[in-house]
């Protein structure tokens, strides 16, 4: 053996340990990220605990309606209040993810079709520049709103470049890699309690507004492509206007659902619906979220009582 050989055994084995210790490192953060996050994080358990549950078949011969949204609908609904006042008439799941707009929906309610939804009626929350941003959740999205099947319609319609396009297939298939801003999230929250409030003064919102005007321009025709994956798949949809400081900010929402064929619900009066129901510039406070909640509730048992009258009128006897 020469010495340039013996110097290289060396080397090479320290090569060979280096790449074992990092690959064992990643797969032990992916299985980690895959099967631990869910139970430490309370959270992420609340967002797979509702996606199984959207997932389930109906119980009974109740329809089953689905509501969707982000943190606009998490602060303004007591989902307990409305699912227990809808309880005779419709069994009422609810899928929330923060942080959310068009796009992740628009991915997101094919995937939840996909993997064997089935509810008769879709509720969606979303606020007139949620629809019409061109913004959405990034990685943490493609990981969990979206069809393997759908990567290439994303990145098209993101019109992303070629390194976001890695990223986001990347972060589809790897729950470490799709999770890891939540992830360090949540060790930044354990070690600072108050960070949440401390972001939300310092950063801009996580969904920037579009340009003006992109509302009347894309609205009614996004609307329309939310009907169409209901439609396609045997559901309903309904829009549910979110409440405002002073009633302002969604006044073109029921035009656009209309122009969609979509029916908008709204629950308010906008001289009701004050500033102190609110703890910041668009999410309800405690007491705004009781206000809001009983007004949609008793618009959603009407709805709810006409559809089922609806239904049993078109059984043959």
């Not at 953060?29 to 631990?36: I, K, L, P, Y």
């Not at 008769?120 to 709103?145: F, H, K, N, P």
């Not at 001289?271 to 009781?290: L, Q, T």
Request: hydrophobic content about 45%; some cysteine.
């Amino acid at each position: 053996m020469t010495d340039d050989t013996r110097a290289f055994d060396p080397a090479r084995r320290w090569s060979f340990f280096f790449l074992a210790t990092v690959l064992g490192c990643l797969l032990l953060a992916e299985m980690v990220s895959r099967f631990m996050v869910t139970r430490i994080s309370r959270i992420e358990n609340r967002i797979a605990t509702e996606y199984r549950e959207a997932l389930a078949p109906a119980l009974g011969a109740k329809p089953y309606a689905l509501f969707l949204g982000n943190s606009l609908m998490e602060a303004a609904v007591d989902f307990p209040v409305v699912r227990s006042a809808l309880a005779g008439q419709v069994e009422a799941r609810r899928f929330i993810l923060e942080q959310t707009a068009f796009h992740d929906w628009y991915f997101g309610m094919e995937r939840l079709f996909a993997e064997g939804a089935r509810p008769q009626r879709v509720y969606l929350m979303l606020s007139e520049d949620q629809i019409a941003t061109a913004a959405y959740r990034g990685d943490y999205s493609a990981l969990r709103m979206t069809r393997t099947a759908d990567l290439p319609e994303l990145v098209h319609n993101l019109d992303m470049n070629p390194t976001e396009a890695v990223s986001a297939c990347v972060a589809h298939f790897s729950w470490f890699y799709g999770q890891r801003k939540e992830l360090r999230s949540f060790v930044l929250q354990r070690m600072i309690p108050d960070l949440g409030v401390l972001t939300t003064r310092v950063l801009p919102p996580s969904v920037p507004p579009p340009p003006k005007g992109a509302f009347l321009a894309n609205g009614a025709a996004r609307i329309g492509q939310l009907r169409e994956i209901c439609r396609r798949n045997g559901a309903e949809l309904y829009l549910i206007a979110p409440p405002f400081p002073g009633g302002i900010g969604d006044d073109n929402l029921p035009l656009a659902a209309a122009d969609a064929r979509v029916p908008c619900i709204i629950a308010f009066q906008a001289s009701e619906c004050s500033p102190e129901m609110f703890r910041d510039p668009i999410h309800m406070n405690g007491n705004g979220a009781k206000w809001f909640t009983r007004n949609l509730t008793e618009k959603l048992t009407g709805m709810e009582r006409t559809a089922s009258v609806k239904s049993k009128s078109i059984i043959p006897n």
